[in-house]
Nanobody, 115 residues
């Protein structure tokens, strides 16, 4: 059973920074992908960033240059560093992991960005 536990989100002002973490049960290098998604009220869940087992990363166009996904294999943790945040990026952020074509989700953490 895979468990993903996100850190508490928070309230940040526009232009500010916030770092989310996702602690996974077991060793994370076994996951094919790990990533972050977000879902704002009334909108579909969207991919923010993901990191592939080999270390390659991919970002939504809207966050390129501002967000960074990284992982610490020793801590079985994936991070999302969010800089220059925008009010429209307020959402529930979810950690995701894919293992052998099966997708696992964290419980989500609320991020609020004030203008």
């Amino acid at each position: 059973q895979v468990q993903l536990v996100e850190s508490r989100g928070g309230l940040e002002q526009a232009g500010g920074s916030l770092r989310l973490s996702c602690a996974a049960s077991g060793t994370i290098f076994r996951f094919n992908f790990m990533g972050w998604y977000r879902q704002a009220p009334g909108k579909q869940r969207e991919l923010v960033a993901h990191i592939i087992n080999g270390g390659s990363t991919n970002y939504a166009d809207s966050v390129k240059g501002r967000f960074t996904i990284s992982r610490d294999n020793a801590k079985n943790t994936v991070y999302l560093q969010m800089n220059s945040m925008k009010p429209e990026e307020a959402a529930v952020y979810f950690c995701n992991a894919v293992l052998n074509a099966r997708s696992y989700w964290g419980q989500g953490t609320q991020v609020t960005v004030s203008s």
